[in-house]
């Protein structure tokens, strides 16, 4: 059983792409809350769990199909197999439109391959779909950053520091 569930589990998530991805469930209460905190937060050390619990949000996937990608795209890059990662985004991205995170993670592939410009869309797509998403908002002013572009570097990195001013990348503001 042991052996059979996760082929079960890679069939159904590699079909369910026909069914459709649901919506995602509304977590903008518990994101409201959860930057309030960081706002009024003391120090780095105090906002840390807060920005944990966004990112626990984040990557929260709308269904079981869908997390199975996004977890085997999440694993491939920790191992550093840039073209599974690629594959399950693109998989997850296909099936899922409208969730942020499977654009906002297929451009950190991007970024750790030094594929900077092919970063960007992804980014600006992952913001369009959650505009408070710092991760993608930070991750664009990196990315901006290495593309020489540091005056929109400094826009976008506002902005996120404005929604937390603890994030490590506040290091970057001129």
Not at 56 to 72: F, H, K, R, T, V
Not at 99 to 124: I, S, T
Not at 129 to 138: K, Q, V
Request: proline share 6%; glycine share 4%.
């Amino acid at each position: 059983m042991r052996i059979i569930l996760p082929i079960l589990l890679a069939l159904f998530a590699q079909n369910a792409a026909a069914d459709g991805c649901p919506v995602a469930l509304d977590h903008s209460v518990a994101v409201d809350k959860i930057y309030t905190e960081l706002q009024l937060a003391p120090n780095q050390m105090t906002a840390i769990p807060y920005s944990n619990q966004l990112w626990a949000l984040w990557l929260e996937a709308p269904d079981m199909p869908s997390q199975l990608m996004l977890d085997e795209g999440l694993r491939a890059i920790r191992v550093g197999d840039y073209v599974r990662a690629v594959d399950r985004l693109n998989a997850l991205v296909s099936y899922c439109p409208f969730y942020a995170e499977g654009y906002n993670q297929r451009a950190f592939v991007n970024f750790l391959r030094k594929d900077y410009k092919a970063a960007l869309p992804d980014l600006d797509q992952a913001i369009s779909l959650n505009p408070r998403h710092t991760g993608a908002l930070t991750g664009k002013a990196r990315t901006l950053i290495e593309l020489g572009e540091d005056d929109e570097a400094q826009v976008i990195l506002k902005m996120a520091v404005a929604l937390n001013p603890w994030l490590g990348e506040r290091a970057l503001l001129r």
